[in-house]
Structures are given as structure tokens and as C-alpha cells.
């Protein structure tokens, strides 16, 4: 018994002496050296919705490609992106979004921000951004007030800046073009000449605007309105509206939502065999699942949209295509915080550095393609509208397919792919 403890204490003693020994000539080559912190990029939105999701998987995809490139270029280093979800709630309840940014930047140490969705919570989210420094780069809110107060008091609010949605203001220009294509086919299919409007707008503050213009503009377009209606954002029956818009004799139905009332919606117009046509901004609409979760009730539904398989800017059929093979899904309007965590990242990398002054003066001089066309930014840090920059696209399903159908020739801009619009069966059979 002796003999054998004697070898196992000789043989434990061995073992720790080896174990020491290897570990300190092992010691230089175990030395990571200094870590390099990341970069860390909150991504703010109603993350239940498509809104959010989409923000979240664009800029994952934004974040995934930069990183295996080996990081942003800060000075002398490379830092990765470690993006950081920040579920604002905004959507169910507006004052939850100013607290999550609070969290956000105070908590997970958020370096910079992109995002936004409900106007009415942007504001608050704007205010607490600002007070932190913080640069906020708005991917989903299109109220002109979020820019406006950059140049009303630039010192406080020069952190804001957005590359999409075009402002409510531009929003209404862009609608109204793709309503007069609308009503030019039921001029030309139908024969009514002063086609009737019924303005179906979801009660949100962004709406605001555009129904005010509305009101000026149809007018002078040869429309005339029967109607305005202002369904809850979160509505999930709109017979009684969709009832008396069918009695209204209205020839169009303008929508205006951005909530998930774009859903059911869509499905009670085939439902009810609505007799209008539709155009206007019906964010359910543009992409995602809406084929699938309106159980295919969304032919002819139709919307301003950003993103299209057209070529709106060089690599916007290629981020379309990626896009689809990753999530299986059509990507909504917020996947332009791809574009924003890109132009970011370009301004971080032009400025050397993330102080604030830096990025921003170098985020004042972006000018590059997107996938909803040419990003500038105006002096007000909103994104540029018009030919030759962010235009917009008129999109409509036909047949289980999401198709562009304007611009269809204005200021020269067609892209290959482009269709005509299409009257639902039962519209035409109603009134031919």
C-alpha cells in the first residue's frame, strides 16, 4: 500500500509541475493581445411587426457583410458591428418607445441608433437621443416635423437624420402621381371623367399632411372627393368603412396606413367585392407575408412602395434577390436601414474616428445609390425626393405577384419590368 501511494504522490506532483511548465511556455502565444471594442448600433423598432422585422434583418445582413470584410475601418483599427435590439413597442404604445432608447443608450451603451417608426414616438425618442448626443439615423418615419426641428435648432437636433421614408410632404407627391395613373386607367377603362375619391386614412399623426393635401390637390387633379375616413391603425374589421365607401360611389379608395390595418384591409376589399379601385400607401402591402396572412385575398391591392425587383439603383435588384434567398420573404420599406447602416458605416470610416462632430459632418456629405435610388441629404438632414434621387415606387399585386407599375414613364423614368396597372374583375364588371 505504501509503495503504491509513494508512486501516485510522485506521479500528481509530475503532473502539476508538467501542467505549470507547459502553461508558461504556452503563455505568449494564449495572449489575445488588446481587444478591440465594437461598434455598437442599436436597431429601434416595433419588433413584432414587419416594420421592425425588417429593419433588424436588413441591417443584419448589412452587419454580417461588413464584419467578414473585417470590420469598420476607425483610424489606425478595424472594429466589428455588434448590433443590439431595441424593441420600442411603438406601434401598442407610444410612450414605451422613449424609455427602450433610454435604456438603449444608458444600459446596452448603444453607440449610435437607427430606426423609428411611429411618428409620435419618434418625437420622444428624438429628445432622448438628443440629450444623450446620440446619432439617430430614422429608417420608417416620414413626418417632415422629425427634420424640420434639425433646422429649427440645429445644436440640439443635428444627431437626426433620415434615409427613409420619404417625408409625408414628398409622400403625398409621389401618391398623388401614382392616384393620377390610377385614374387615368379608369378614365380609359371606364369613362368616368371626374373619377370619385374616398380617402380611407389610418388616425396617426404622419396621415396628417397628406390628407390636407388631399383636400387641395384632388381637386385640381379633375378627382372628386366623397369621403374621408379614419380608421384606428390597429383596426382588424373595416366592413362599416369599406360599407359606406362601396355606397359612396367612389370609383378609388386612397389608402393612407402604415399600420397592420393595411391587412384587413386587403382582405375585405376582395371579400366585399369592393366596386374602386385602390391606390395611396398600404405598408401591409408592400412585401413581407402579405400574400400568405391574406390567405391570397391581396390581388390589385396596390401602394406606394420603395422596394421593387426593378432597378432603382445599382445593386437594388441584387439586395432584393439576397434578401428573399435569406428570409424567404418580399422586403417592406424599413430594409432601408441596409442603406443606413452602410452610410454610417462610410461617414464613420471618412471621419476616423466616432466622435459625433466628425460623423456628422461627414454624414452631411453623403450622396450614394440605395435601394430606393440616390441618397443626398437636404439641409435639414431629410432624405432628397425627385428625379434623379429617392422617387418611390407604385407597386400592385397581380395574380400572386407583387408588380411595379410607376414610374411608368414620368420625367423619363420607366424601369425594365414596369406594368400597367389592373382593374379588380369585379370593379370593372360593376360599373361597365
Not at 4 to 10: A, E, Q, S
Not at 32 to 47: E, F, H, L, T
Not at 153 to 167: A, G, Q, S, V
Amino acid at each position: 500500500m505504501k509503495s503504491k501511494r509513494g508512486v501516485l504522490t510522485v506521479f500528481v506532483v509530475f503532473a502539476v509541475l508538467l501542467s505549470i511548465a507547459l502553461s508558461g511556455c504556452g503563455g505568449k502565444k494564449a495572449d489575445p493581445g488588446p481587444q478591440v471594442s465594437p461598434i455598437r448600433i442599436g436597431i429601434a423598432g416595433p419588433m413584432t411587426f414587419i416594420h421592425g422585422e425588417h429593419m433588424w434583418k436588413s441591417a443584419t445582413m448589412a452587419a454580417n457583410e461588413i464584419n467578414a470584410a473585417g470590420g469598420v475601418q476607425v483610424g489606425s483599427e478595424k472594429r466589428p458591428i455588434e448590433l443590439v435590439s431595441v424593441e420600442t413597442n411603438e406601434i401598442l404604445n407610444v410612450p414605451d418607445a422613449a424609455s427602450a432608447i433610454e435604456r438603449a443608450i444608458s444600459v446596452d451603451k448603444v453607440d449610435f441608433l437607427l430606426g423609428g417608426f411611429r411618428t409620435e414616438a419618434v418625437l420622444g425618442m428624438q429628445d432622448v437621443a438628443a440629450d444623450h448626443e446620440t446619432i439617430f439615423i430614422i429608417t420608417g418615419s416620414g413626418h417632415p416635423q422629425l427634420t424640420m426641428r434639425v433646422g429649427e435648432d440645429y445644436e440640439k437636433y443635428k444627431y437626426f437624420f433620415r434615409t427613409n421614408p420619404m417625408n409625408s410632404s414628398n409622400m403625398a407627391r409621389a401618391t398623388f402621381l401614382i392616384l393620377h395613373e390610377v385614374a387615368t386607367v379608369i378614365r380609359e377603362d371606364l369613362g368616368f371623367m371626374q373619377p370619385k375619391v374616398a380617402i380611407l386614412a389610418e388616425s396617426a399623426v404622419w396621415v396628417d399632411p397628406i390628407i390636407a393635401a388631399s383636400e387641395q390637390q384632388m381637386p385640381a387633379m379633375g378627382l372628386e372627393i366623397v369621403g374621408v375616413w379614419r380608421p384606428s391603425a390597429n383596426a382588424t374589421d373595416l366592413s362599416a368603412e369599406l360599407s359606406a365607401i362601396s355606397a359612396s360611389g367612389a370609383h378609388i379608395i386612397f389608402t393612407v396606413m402604415s399600420g397592420p390595418v393595411g391587412g384587413p384591409f386587403a382582405r375585405q376589399y376582395e371579400e366585399l367585392q369592393v366596386p374602386a379601385a385602390v391606390a395611396g400607401i398600404n405598408v401591409d402591402s408592400m412585401g413581407g407575408k402579405f400574400w400568405q396572412t391574406t390567405g391570397g385575398l391581396g390581388n390589385f391591392v396596390s401602394t406606394l412602395n420603395l422596394v421593387g425587383r426593378v432597378e432603382t439603383s445599382p445593386h437594388a435588384i441584387d439586395f432584393f434577390d439576397r434578401f428573399m434567398d435569406i428570409y424567404g420573404e418580399i422586403p417592406v420599406y424599413t430594409v432601408a436601414t441596409y442603406d443606413a447602416l452602410n452610410i454610417l458605416v462610410g461617414a464613420i470610416e471618412r471621419a476616423g474616428t466616432t466622435e459625433n462632430d466628425a460623423v456628422i459632418a461627414e454624414l452631411e456629405k453623403t450622396d450614394v445609390p440605395a435601394i430606393g435610388g440616390r441618397v443626398v441629404f437636404t439641409d435639414e438632414h431629410d432624405v432628397t425626393w425627385g428625379p434623379g434621387y429617392v422617387t418611390g415606387l407604385g407597386t400592385q399585386w397581380q395574380d400572386g405577384e407583387l408588380k411595379v407599375f410607376w414610374p411608368n414613364g414620368w420625367e423619363g423614368i420607366k424601369y425594365e419590368g414596369t406594368v400597367r396597372y389592373e382593374l379588380a374583375p369585379w370593379v370593372v364588371e360593376f360599373w361597365k
